[in-house]
Structure formats: structure tokens, C-alpha cells
């Protein structure tokens, strides 16, 4: 077995993500040679460690395989290839609005995104007065999301996922929603989310500024492959001068 | 304080250990997801409810008005009927209700559920199991109305009425397995959900709602009509348990019970396997 870092809150060995033998075909292409023969490998055997407590950023052109990267993390893609091993701990992309069933009230989707999420109904009920305070959305809590404008939507759907926290988070570009003010508490909750000591997390982003400010360590995935991890600063000049 | 978690996830996507036995991995799932499956199953029906006039009244009118459809069919214009005739459609009517509506959703349930299975990992049964128990809860109601009809049409008090616990059992079975293979077909065969509703409706002309196989079919045709096609055997066994107080072929209800049985292990282990290709996918 492959030795691991006990420091370690993830681990990735030998990933290797593909689309090759799974797109969907119709029965006009049953007998054709064609179906089925897409091959399109995303990620060609990763290996990095994440340390308990860190911020690594993850960096990377369009199409580089970021965004398949958090979610083999997150168990939504299984390896073709390789593992990836969380350790026992609980991970979560960090999903805006997942499970929201338009028809119900504001309060209601608290409760089935939370359970969705993996929460359990007493820490939701317990954290739901919080939740509600940080969209405030207090007025309308009780109507229909339906009824919801699409700022007061990504507010409620935001503060879900601000409030109930995870041991490790994963995060598809760092998020700012709603009006200015909201988009300021926004960035100030999720700057303290991601700084929490004890919270393992994984960042992608575009924004270097952001990945600059907040991760300890980078790692450049280029065409699939990690092409550099390591100190901030070191991954970041020379992706910078690659990207000139 | 932070809040108390329950994993959402795998704790390793690998293998580097022994996989847990799918059956076991089922039930601690189950336990852990059994708040969102009925939540979510709960607010379907809350939303079902608020997208029409009547609201859960359709629950009640549609088999009703079905049952009016079917048996004016059957006694006006083929002219053939059967003791407690409305009953006996209303019986079948339920029967099938449950399973068409389960099958017909399994197909596209992951196209459908594509917005939450990009985002988070959940076992994909649970996502059937809250389809099933939503579509439960509907045909619950439509038992319950077989109940209020039958000294209206003069049935006679079922005394073998608990006969219909194992008939259940076996339908609720025989469906989940099948919506399961179903559902994770549907997921790589794009056509299948225009297929489906062929094959069903040859289903439910085999199936004898509106007829008995029995009598209307010759011999030794009607025999294996109504034993290799489960639904039409959990409509016969209803109705011999509920209409003509005998009792339904227990070796056939027996074997297909021990038959889907199988077939839901096997379904849930094939959905295990597969289910994370479903997001590269859909």
C-alpha cells in the first residue's frame, strides 16, 4: 500500500479521470461503430497531498481539468485510475442552491439543501435562525423561493452553505452573489470560512489575486498533469510567465 | 459551535481496502439519507399539490375517473363484465398506477436529478426511493379508496384481507428493482424514455386492468399471462384476496417475491458500480 502522510487530510494518487466509454447514445446508433468511442481523459494520474488546516489553490488554463478535479474530491466522479483518499473526513463542494425545490418556502429549502448536503435535521434546525439572519431574508422566509428574486434566491442558497460547514471544502471559484452589500458580507464570510485553521480547502479560481491572498500552497494542472505544486508565490511566477 | 456532520461523501474512492458488501453499504446509507428521502418526498408532494386547482383532490379523482373510463369501456362497448366490475378495475387501476408511474420517472430520474448529482454525491438509489415513496403515498390513497368502494359495489368483508401485505411486498419489490435497471439505463440510452411508453403500454394490455385473463383468455395461454408478468399477478392476487375471498397462487407470488428480491440486490450493486460515471454523463 502506498504510503501516506499522516498530516495528511487528502490524498491523490495516480488520479486518472476519462469520458471515454460513457456518453450517452440512442438506438440509431446501436449498430454504428461510432457509439461509444469518445475518449476524452481529463486527468492523467495526479498525485498530490493536501495537509489538514491548508489552503491549496488549484490553477490552471480552461480545460485543464480543474473543475473535474474538485469533484473526483468531492466523490461526485469515480476514478478510472488511482484513488483518492479524504481520510474519514467530510467534504463539500461548496454547491449553491443544490436540492431547491422552487414550490417551497425559503425556510423549507434550508432544511432539504442541508439534508442534502449530508447535514443532519437537528444541527439544521439549530443553525436555521443563523442561516435566515445571514440572508436576511426574514420577510419573506415563509413564501415560496418561487417568489424569490434571483439576488434573494442566491442569498438564501449562499448563507445555506456559508452557515453549515463542512471539515473540508471545496470551491469552484470564490463566490460573490447578490446585491454590493451582500457581495461584501459574502466575501467576508467566505475569507473566514476558508480561514478557519481546523478547514482543509481546496480553491479553484481564475483569480490569481484571490488564490495570492488566501492559499498557503498552489498546484498548475496543465492538459490533466500537475505541472508545479508548491509555495504560493514560486507556482504563481511561473504560471504567470507561462501564461505571457 | 460547530455543527455535527454526517459524511456526505466517501470517506476513499479507491479501493484500497475491501469495498463494503453492497447490501450493507445500502443500509447505512439508507439510515443516513432516510431524512432526505422522506423530506424531499414530502415537499414533492407539497408541490405536486400546489401546482393544480384541486390539489391532492387529483389524487383521489384521477384513479376514480379513470376507474368510470375503463369500466364504461369494458361494459358498454366490449359488453363484458365481472362480479364487483369497478372494483375490480379500480383494484387494477392501483396496481398499475404505482408501477407505470415508477418506471416511466425512472428512466429520465437522472437527467432530471442532474442538477444535484453535478453538485453533491448521493447515493443515486435514495433518489428512486424518494420517487417510489412519493408515488407510495399516491397509491396509498387509492388502496385506501378500494376500502370505501367496496360496500358501495356490495363486496363482501375481505376476510383474507391481510393476503394483500405479501402481494405488496412483492409489487413494491419487483418495481424498485426494475425502476433501478431502468434508471440506470436510462442514463446512457437517451431514447429509452420514448421507448418506455410502448413497451408499457403492451405491458398494460397484458396486464388485464380492465379484463381477467383468466376467463377472457384461452387456454394455456391465460395461465402463464397472469404468472409471468408480476404486475398481472399482484392484480389477480388482489383481487382474489379483496373481491372473491380465495386465495392467490402462493408458489408463484412466493418465487417472484424471492425472483426481485434478487433482482433489487442486484440492481442496487449495479448502481453502486456505475453510479459515479452518471455525472460525466448527464
Not at chain 1, 488546516?53 to 478535479?69: A, D, F, M, P, R
Not at chain 2, 383521489?60 to 378495475?89: C, D, G, K, N, W
Request: aromatic share 12%; glycine share 6%.
Amino acid at each position: 500500500m502506498e504510503h501516506t502522510d499522516p498530516s495528511s487530510a487528502i490524498t491523490v494518487r495516480g488520479l486518472k479521470i476519462s469520458y471515454r466509454t460513457v456518453r450517452s447514445f440512442s438506438f440509431k446508433t446501436i449498430f454504428s461503430k461510432k457509439h461509444n468511442m469518445n475518449r476524452y481523459e481529463a486527468l492523467h494520474g495526479v498525485d498530490f497531498d493536501v495537509r489538514r488546516g491548508e489552503i491549496l489553490g488549484v490553477i490552471g488554463e480552461n480545460g485543464s481539468g480543474k473543475s473535474t478535479l474538485l469533484r473526483a474530491l468531492a466523490g461526485i466522479f469515480s476514478p478510472d485510475e488511482g484513488y483518492v483518499n479524504t481520510h474519514g473526513a467530510n467534504v463539500s463542494l461548496l454547491a449553491i442552491g443544490v436540492g431547491f425545490q422552487k414550490e417551497l418556502t425559503g425556510r423549507e429549502n434550508i432544511m432539504l439543501s442541508g439534508l442534502l448536503l449530508g447535514f443532519d435535521k437537528k444541527t439544521i434546525r439549530e443553525k436555521t435562525d443563523e442561516i435566515i439572519e445571514f440572508s436576511s431574508l426574514q420577510r419573506v422566509i415563509d413564501s415560496p423561493v418561487s417568489t424569490y428574486s434571483s439576488g434573494m434566491y442566491s442569498k438564501l442558497a449562499f448563507s445555506i452553505t456559508a452557515v453549515l460547514e463542512p471539515d473540508i471544502l471545496l470551491i469552484d471559484e470564490v463566490l460573490s452573489v447578490g446585491d454590493r452589500r451582500f457581495r461584501k458580507k459574502s466575501a467576508r464570510r467566505m475569507r473566514e470560512l476558508i480561514s478557519n485553521a481546523d478547514r482543509t480547502v481546496v480553491l479553484v479560481s481564475h483569480n490569481l489575486e484571490s488564490i495570492r491572498r488566501l492559499c498557503s500552497r498552489v498546484l498548475w494542472l496543465d492538459a490533466g498533469e500537475v505541472r508545479m505544486i508548491g509555495d504560493t508565490d514560486a507556482v504563481l511566477a511561473a504560471y504567470e510567465e507561462y501564461m505571457d | 459551535m460547530k455543527p455535527t456532520l454526517t459524511p456526505t461523501t466517501p470517506s476513499s474512492l479507491e479501493v484500497p481496502a475491501a469495498p463494503r458488501r453492497p447490501l450493507r453499504r445500502f443500509g447505512a446509507d439508507l439510515r443516513r439519507f432516510f431524512p432526505y428521502v422522506t423530506t424531499s418526498a414530502a415537499a414533492s408532494l407539497k408541490t405536486d399539490v400546489s401546482s393544480s386547482h384541486l390539489g391532492w383532490l387529483w389524487w383521489i379523482l384521477e384513479p376514480l375517473l379513470f376507474m368510470m373510463v375503463y369500466t364504461f369501456i369494458a361494459l358498454v362497448v366490449f359488453q363484458r363484465s365481472m362480479p364487483y366490475f369497478p372494483v375490480f378495475v379500480f383494484i387494477g387501476l392501483t396496481v398499475w398506477q404505482f408501477f407505470n408511474r415508477n418506471v416511466t420517472q425512472s428512466v429520465t430520474l437522472m437527467r432530471h436529478s442532474r442538477g444535484i448529482i453535478r453538485k453533491v454525491y448521493i447515493p443515486k438509489q435514495m433518489l428512486m426511493l424518494e420517487a417510489l415513496s412519493v408515488n407510495a403515498f399516491k397509491s396509498l390513497i387509492s388502496l385506501a379508496l378500494v376500502f370505501v368502494l367496496m360496500p358501495f359495489f356490495k363486496v363482501p368483508f375481505p376476510v383474507r384481507v391481510w393476503q394483500i401485505l405479501p402481494e405488496l411486498l412483492l409489487l413494491v419489490l419487483f418495481t424498485f428493482g426494475f425502476s433501478l435497471i431502468l434508471m440506470h439505463v436510462g442514463v446512457y440510452v437517451g431514447d429509452l424514455s420514448n421507448a418506455i411508453h410502448v413497451i408499457l403500454r403492451l405491458f398494460f394490455y397484458l396486464s388485464g386492468v380492465f379484463y381477467d385473463i383468466t376467463s377472457r383468455v384461452p387456454a394455456p395461454w391465460n395461465y402463464y399471462l397472469v404468472r409471468v408478468n408480476p404486475v398481472a399477478l399482484v392484480m389477480a392476487s388482489m383481487r382474489s384476496s379483496l373481491l372473491y375471498q380465495t386465495d392467490p397462487d402462493w408458489i408463484w407470488l412466493g418465487g417472484w417475491t424471492l425472483v426481485s428480491a434478487v433482482l433489487v440486490a442486484l440492481a442496487i450493486q449495479l448502481v453502486y458500480k456505475q453510479e459515479n460515471s452518471y455525472a460525466k454523463v448527464l
